[in-house]
């Protein structure tokens, strides 16, 4: 099979899964033109229209939806197969896709993207950022990046000694006017900065404290969905917000954020990277995963000296 057909096989299964030609592109690494001609390509070698596609949608035509039922299951033990060839190679080199979660992927782009990519130069890491939980491997991610209570059970996790918790804070102008909160519950009188959730939930703010524990529904002017929005907010003193620690650290230790509340944010999960037990993960997975298990390591060593 030429490279050129798995490509176009790969563009049609990967707008199937998102339903979009941008996010399909994105996937693959391609332009939104390269990835339509490639359809196109594919279109006029089996002589059907495979999508309809309008300037707001795109979907499968019948004809489409039968071609990638029976065309995924091949193009998955294909990608398998020079899985398992490229796992005999002694140095590592292609793609590796990872999933995180903004605040995590900060956590270790330094520490392990980058010092991977140093040792590896013939490796290119692929790392894609969102709120929601997506199933790595249906799109087609080698690793994802989570808390360790939100790894899905069958995935192998890798603990990099990095637990995750919550930062309450607010601006010194903030609390110079309003005063302080001293428990959870004193949040009802103040203007909170409240957060909405990938799926378009409200996010509750949540404490726990010697065992008990406190779902809170805050009440402010300001809705966002973006951690860094959030956070501007709060610096600007509109409102008291709820981060993940790492989110707002240096602000604590400049001051230009005061933390309150601190014994009642425990720590929560450690961050974990994960991936499906291929039996013949790439060179450059293998690599990864031990770079990762190293610095998990180190940092358990560092922390108990």
């Not at 096989?9 to 490639?38: E, H, K, Y």
């Not at 703010?205 to 907010?233: C, M, N, Y």
Request: hydrophobic residues 45%.
């Amino acid at each position: 099979m030429s490279r050129l057909l798995l490509n176009e096989l790969d563009a049609v299964v990967a707008i199937a899964r998102t339903g979009s030609f941008r996010a399909a592109a994105q996937g693959l690494g391609m332009s939104t033109t390269g990835l339509s001609n490639a359809v196109a390509k594919l279109e006029a070698r089996v002589g059907v229209r495979l999508f309809n596609r309008t300037t707001r949608s795109v979907s499968l035509t019948d004809a489409g939806r039968a071609f990638v039922e029976q065309v995924s299951p091949a193009l998955r033990d294909i990608h398998g197969a020079l899985d398992a060839v490229r796992s005999q190679q002694a140095t590592p080199s292609g793609t590796l896709r990872i999933n995180a979660f903004a605040s995590g992927a900060r956590e270790i782009i330094s520490p392990l993207v980058l010092a991977f990519l140093r040792r590896h130069p013939d490796v290119h890491v692929d790392l894609v950022t969102e709120g929601r939980l997506v199933d790595i491997v249906a799109d087609g991610f080698d690793l994802g990046l989570r808390r360790a209570d939100l790894v899905p059970a069958d995935m192998i996790a890798v603990p990099l000694g990095r637990p995750q918790r919550h930062a309450v804070v607010a601006s010194p102008a903030y609390f110079e006017q309003h005063g302080k909160p001293h428990a959870p519950t004193d949040l009802a009188a103040h203007r909170c900065i409240r957060t909405r959730l990938p799926n378009g939930a409200l996010f509750r703010w949540h404490f726990e404290k010697r065992g008990e524990t406190a779902q809170i529904d805050v009440t402010g002017p300001l809705t966002l969905d973006e951690a860094s929005l959030a956070r501007v907010a709060v610096l600007e003193g509109l409102g008291i917000g709820f981060f993940l620690e790492q989110d707002v650290r240096d602000d604590i230790e400049a001051r230009r954020l005061i933390r309150v509340l601190d014994d009642w944010t425990p720590p929560i999960a450690d961050l974990c990277l994960y991936y499906p037990g291929r039996r013949n993960p790439s060179a450059a997975l293998k690599a990864f995963i031990a770079l990762a298990r190293d610095l998990g390591r180190t940092k358990k060593r560092r922390e108990a000296g």
